[in-house]
């Protein structure tokens, strides 16, 4: 409780001293820069408005990182911590239920995570479930933009169901796939019965690889709306008289959407690509609901496993070296990525 | 914005850290935290209710918290290693180990005294001789006892003419027969509720005890299951599974859906605690359902039961109140609140002073559990160990399982890669522990 209260009090003083920081610097600006003959400073004649220049440059310079100071503060108190603390830990034995017993290890956590049998099999598990993910719901999600920047009657309603899974908690949608993929009483297993597509129920969640591939099929079917929704609202930023001259120069619909409709897009889509990937590789909420990484771990990814490590054997030691394996890899990603897609070149024509 | 509304801010801030930070300092009465890890609404109105009497009675107001059976021992392990650990907790002996290990709980020797004849034998020769075994002191208090028996489909078992009677008994071999003659995949029907997932070793644990006169480790710690006539029986448990008397996706099964799908009517028979009996009751009808007893070793003839208690009561170390939580203990445990909340939760009476109650008796739904903590033939083997197994129970040990029955490894080998790491734990555990000795089975009579 000490903690705690020290905790908020120190939050409460970063933040006083940011807005006084800023506050102070505002009237500085406002002084220097809007008061023409009030100001004392500046009616003392040339000399004194040459002295004065200097200090005003600077503080021009430094506004931006001020206007940030509270924001970087509050980050620096919310997630500096458990970051650094994380890397720390991950260097150390440290189990929940031996508190008398925590010490530096070296890289023995590191050592432990790569000598467990099923590792490998849990990062190609990670890789398969990132990328059908990501790759599903860019796909469908781009149709689902595409038909919907159309106008056609009550667009409105059916934009509004359409995108409804994003507004479901995780937790709702992998009890709903639980369900519908139950192997006694699941609906999609009597719905292919009855369509004669299977003769005998299947057992999804307790075969490998259909585990897997039902967790990835409600990752899809949440996400797609997300794409859909920055996709969108992309298209429907591109002028249209770009559409229409291009029409008057005999172009085709091919010819449009890879020539100015996929450029014009291309930075929301790297971005939400980005966004996604490193979303759905942190994400295990789905995974502990439907399957909880099973059968015998070949629905378990990086995350859930991390989770699992943490609280089932308490040995935050290992799960924070999982933890720093995973923003390695994703950091790794983040760049190549950013390379490979020419981000900072993306939108210009 | 201006200096003044910069201290407000502050102000604001400050106050509300001095309300978080602590209890207000007009508190005059005691004030006790009890933690339900198993709650449910019928619990949690008993659990309530007695405290309004007890805070009648004794003048210690009790807060009522909760936390759900899935989530219940990450949250105590939480609470325990950031010393917030409420006064009273109800506490599943499996997480003994761990609790003892971090000293998160208290001895209760003492609180007890010489009231130990006010307890069942159950309690006394069961509980708490393993407690002192296993851990060197009584640390909980049981809040009932209970027992295993087979939950079966009476109506099918009588459809397919089998002769089932508890006072008679029945063999492994006889439970396996059973299980594939009530097994009809015309009918939707399977012979078991098997466990393929967490606590998937609890009761296969206890049949390959069967085979070794209920006890799992040598004199010095050697694990007596990493030979052939264990393989063995580990591969006819698990040919249950693989031969089609459970539904293919109760590799995933844990307690929930193993009793759902008894109670729901996809399965026919299901191993597990009498406290299951209260919802077989709520909603089955008599005809549907009955108990038999656990079965017999086919070796020697004897019942390998475990025996405990789900939810005992003990005291955390972190509690400033100590005596008073006793109080509360001693008030739940008394004969008159502890026959109430056996009957709503299924369990059996703790203390020899209700020990007549009908509801126990020959005709009672508990007949046959009754019976078996009667029954000299019944013995309770011991458990995985004094150690902390906590990891290896939520992880390792159904996922070894689940790997043979996908045909991902050998029975040997899944097998011997769980016995063989409780064997290291145990003898490390005897050699960090000089004085120690391997537990040993126990009988009532």
Redesign the interface.
């Known amino acids: 409780m000490l903690i705690l209260v020290l905790y908020l009090l120190g939050v409460a003083l970063l933040c006083a001293l940011g807005i006084w920081f800023i506050g102070r610097h505002s009237r500085h600006s406002r002084h220097g820069r809007f008061s023409h003959g009030k100001n004392p400073v500046r009616t003392h004649g040339t000399t004194s408005r040459r002295k004065n220049r200097p200090r005003l440059g600077v503080q021009r310079k430094s506004e931006p990182y001020l206007f940030l100071l509270p924001t970087l503060l509050l980050l620096l108190l919310m997630f500096g911590y458990p970051l650094i603390n994380s890397f720390i830990m991950a260097f150390q034995n440290y189990k929940l239920t031996a508190p008398g017993k925590i010490y530096f290890n070296g890289l023995d956590n590191f050592r432990k995570l790569f000598g467990e049998s099923d590792i490998w099999l849990i990062i190609r598990n990670s890789f398969i479930y990132v990328l059908i993910s990501v790759l599903g719901q860019f796909l469908l999600g781009m149709t689902l933009a595409l038909a919907l920047n159309k106008k056609f009657k009550l667009r409105g309603l059916y934009q509004a169901i359409v995108f409804l899974p994003w507004s479901l908690s995780a937790f709702v949608i992998g009890l709903m796939h639980r369900w519908s993929f139950n192997g006694e009483y699941g609906v999609i297993n009597d719905m292919l019965i009855k369509l004669s597509l299977i003769s005998e129920k299947i057992a999804w969640l307790g075969t490998p690889g259909f585990s897997l591939a039902v967790v990835i099929m409600a990752m899809i079917w949440m996400g797609i709306p997300f794409f859909a929704i920055m996709i969108l609202a992309s298209l429907q930023s591109i002028p249209i008289s770009i559409y229409e001259a291009s029409h008057i120069d005999g172009c085709g619909p091919l010819r449009r959407f890879f020539q100015i409709t996929i450029p014009y897009i291309k930075p929301t889509v790297i971005v939400t690509i980005l966004l996604r990937t490193i979303w759905i590789f942190n994400s295990f909420d789905l995974i502990v609901v439907i399957t909880n990484g099973g059968p015998a771990n070949y629905s378990q990814t990086l995350p859930s496993y991390m989770y699992t490590k943490a609280f089932s054997s308490y040995d935050f030691g290992l799960a924070s070296a999982l933890g720093v394996l995973l923003m390695a890899v994703l950091v790794v990603y983040v760049t190549v990525f950013l390379k490979t897609t020419r981000y900072n070149k993306a939108g210009n024509f | ?3 003044k509304k ?1 201290v407000l ?2 102000a604001f ?2 106050i ?3 309300l ?3 209890p207000s300092a007009e508190k005059q009465t005691t004030e006790l935290r009890f933690i339900d890890v198993s709650p449910s609404p019928t619990r949690q109105e008993y659990f309530t209710t007695t405290f309004d009497k007890f805070e009648q009675e004794a003048g210690i107001k009790v807060v009522y918290e909760s936390v759900p059976w899935d989530d219940a021992a ?1 949250k105590l ?2 609470l ?2 950031s010393n917030q650990l409420p006064d009273v907790m109800t506490t599943w002996a499996g997480w003994l180990g ?1 609790f003892t ?2 000293e998160w709980v208290v001895p209760l020797t003492d609180y007890i005294g010489s009231a130990t004849d006010e307890y069942a034998a159950t309690v006394t020769q069961l509980v708490w001789k393993a407690e002192k075994e296993l851990y060197g002191n009584i640390y909980t208090i049981p809040d009932g006892m209970m027992v295993k028996g087979v939950f079966v489909r009476k109506d099918w078992a009588e459809e397919a003419n089998l002769d089932l009677d508890p006072k008679k008994g029945w063999t492994y071999s006889e439970y396996f027969d059973t299980v594939y003659a009530l097994t009809d995949p015309a009918k ?1 029907r399977y012979g078991t509720s098997f466990r ?2 967490r606590g998937a070793f609890d009761p296969l644990y206890v049949y390959l005890e069967s085979l070794q006169g209920g006890s799992a480790y040598a004199e010095d710690g050697s694990t007596l299951f990493a030979n052939q006539e264990a393989v063995d029986a580990y591969e006819r448990w698990g040919a249950l599974y693989l031969n089609g008397a459970a ?6 099964w844990g307690f929930v859906e193993m009793v759902d ?1 008894f109670v729901g009517g ?1 399965t026919g028979t299901l191993i597990n605690d009498s406290e299951v009996a209260a919802t077989c009751i709520e909603n089955m009808t008599d005809d549907q359902w009955m108990v038999m007893p656990m079965p017999s070793s086919d070796k020697d003839g004897m019942i390998y039961n475990t025996v405990n208690s789900p939810y005992a009561y003990s005291i955390s170390s972190s509690s400033k109140n100590k005596d008073a939580a006793w109080q509360l203990i001693e008030f739940l445990t008394r004969p008159d609140n502890n026959i109430e909340y056996c009957k709503l939760t299924g369990l059996i009476p703790i203390k020899t002073a209700v020990g007549d109650d009908p509801f126990y008796g020959p005709d009672g739904p508990y007949a046959t559990f009754v019976q078996q903590l009667n029954d000299p033939a019944m013995v309770v083997p011991v458990a995985f160990g004094p150690f ?1 197994y ?2 290896m129970h ?2 390792m040990m159904h ?1 070894e399982l ?2 043979y ?2 045909g ?1 490894q050998t029975a040997e080998k899944s097998l011997f890669n769980v016995v063989l790491e409780l064997e290291s734990r145990m003898k490390a555990y005897l050699a960090e522990n000089p004085g120690s000795a391997v537990e040993q089975p126990k009988g009532l009579l």
Do not use: F, H, Y
């Open positions: 914005m201006n200096r910069i801010v502050i801030i400050a509300m850290a001095g978080a930070a602590g990450n392990t939480v325990g290693a761990q290990e971090a939707n393929g997932s539904p293919k996706d109760a590799i995933n799908n996809l902390n906590t990891d939520q992880g996922e689940q790997k029955l996908l991902k």
